[in-house]
């Protein structure tokens, strides 16, 4: 233990356990970006230790060759993201929600968002309606009703219509707003076509509307279960 303690207190080794721990740190990240971002620090950390330990000299041009190899491409990521000009609504969607990275991508997709707010008691979702809108909730509540009765709630992070654009099918419950809400409708010819086309965007929504079912049925059972209590 002490000469562990040692090792860290001493300034070249602090800068090399630095590196290794933000780059165990990066292997946790959820997007790319993140990743190269820590990785990147990982590598100044590494050539601040190889700096100082002049001998090592091939140790520090392997180690700038690694680090620029990862900072050009996350220059260039950042230099061509409309990160600056996205509103945070629309970062949390594209990025948190869909995790669609690609900044040619991410245009793609804005340009088929129509972001509105919605007064409580508005319908957004008719039961029999064909073709209902492909809704993102960004925030507030709705009620889902089939046939007048109320049998579950939409929350934010939650996609509406999502089980009609897989189908085919008409809406199979209305969807009423309960509180004012931010929502944003996407045009669903729109994401079939994109779909197609770039088979990342596809598994994006795949996944964001399975995680959105899975967590609305289970909402809906955990009411079910209080109701019997």
Sequence with gaps: MASFLEFIADGENLFLTMAALVLALALLMGTLRD???LVLVAGLFAIAHYTLR???SVALIWV??????NA???VLLLMRSRRGLMRNEERELLEEVLKVEDPSHQRRLLD????RDVREGETLVRQ???RPPLVYIASGEAAVEFDGAQVGVAEAGDFLGEMSLVSGATASASVVSLTAMR???????GVIRLSGAIPELSGAF????NLGMAAKIARMNEAVAEGEK
Excluded at 64 to 69: C, N
Excluded at 112 to 115: G, Q, R, Y
Excluded at 183 to 189: G, L, P, Y
């Design 72 to 74: 050009i491409p996350l």
């Design 54 to 56: 002049q001998a090592d």
């Design 35 to 37: 990743l190269r971002i």
């Design 128 to 130: 029999g309606q064909a």
């Design 183 to 189: 929502v944003a409708r996407i045009e669903r010819d």
């Design 64 to 69: 700038i060759l690694l680090t620029l190899a």
């Design 206 to 209: 795949d996944r964001a509307m």
């Design 112 to 115: 088929l968002v129509e972001w």
